[in-house]
């Protein structure tokens, strides 16, 4: 009888131990399942009956628990296409690969389609979407939401920036302007719709526009694409404004002043720092 009992007891033992194994297996894999994405992730977002793939960098400890600075980036005109892949090769995305670690926010990458540029009024509304879904899905923060581009994309940043209004904590516009010489503009037709006339009342009307939003401009001395003339014009009417403004220029660099700029260790320091109130 003691030897039944005894086995008896064993055998509840044996399956306590295994139906405890199975729970915590099963609470072990709905934990891996509720485990979040994070990286680099493919997205669309549907405008006018049209859909446009764009990109996501999610940062590794990204938690749904808490809100997310989120920083719009605007690529320059070699990236555009609808593949939504190319815009995170040049610019932003190539410097998160190198020092992830820095770049601990959303950050949404849409794709300007060809023969467009980010100035015209669907590319535009292309760009706010993709961050607008992108802030929902990944908790981004509207207080801490910010606006940077490239070339192309530095033009973007300008105009995005004055059409809205106390939408950004900061901007960082890179090679970019409000006006082109008659070679961009006869390289980029669709540039020469929207560029402000070279003239200093151009430049005090932005400036007054972006008023003390935080700026930090960055351009190359020897750009042969975008003059720095551009930066510099801004960078003074900016400071006529009593703006928040800071303006990096680099000595014999050309047009792709990204790769030194996104290299920054402050730059992300800074632009993190920056908050609406």
């Not at 610019?91 to 690969?97: F, K, V």
């Not at 070679?183 to 402000?196: G, I, V």
Request: charged share 20%; aromatic share 12%.
């Amino acid at each position: 009888m003691v030897h039944f009992l005894l086995g008896v007891l064993v055998h509840i033992a044996s399956l306590r131990l295994f139906f405890l194994t199975a729970l915590f297996l099963a609470l072990g894999a709905s934990a891996q399942a509720r485990k979040h994405e994070t990286g680099f992730l493919d997205r669309t977002v549907s405008l006018q009956g049209a859909s446009f793939k764009y990109q996501v960098f999610v940062p590794d400890d990204w938690s749904p628990r808490q809100k997310w600075p989120i920083i719009l980036f605007l690529h320059g005109a070699g990236e555009r296409g609808s593949d939504g892949l190319l815009q995170t090769e040049v610019g932003i995305g190539e410097a998160i690969r190198k020092w992830r670690a820095r770049f601990p926010a959303i950050i949404v990458m849409p794709q300007c389609a060809k023969d467009n540029w980010w100035t015209t009024p669907k590319m535009e509304d292309v760009a706010l979407a993709s961050l607008a879904a992108a802030a929902k899905e990944f908790k981004g923060d509207p207080s801490r939401t910010y606006l940077t581009g490239i070339s192309m994309g530095g033009y973007g940043t300008w105009d995005i920036a004055i059409r809205h209004p106390n939408t950004f904590a900061a901007i960082v516009p890179i090679c970019g302007g409000i006006t082109a010489s008659p070679s961009l503009k006869q390289k980029y037709p669709e540039l020469a719709k929207k560029a402000y006339a070279d003239e200093p009342k151009s430049y005090a009307e932005v400036a007054g526009k972006i008023g003390k939003t935080p700026v930090w401009m960055f351009h190359g001395a020897d750009d042969p694409t975008v003059s720095p003339e551009n930066s510099r014009k801004m960078f003074a009417a900016l400071k006529a404004e009593d703006g928040n403004v800071h303006y990096t220029e680099y000595p014999g660099i050309g047009h792709e002043s990204w790769h030194k700029a996104y290299a920054e260790p402050e730059l992300m320091t800074w632009l993190l720092a920056q908050k609406l109130l």
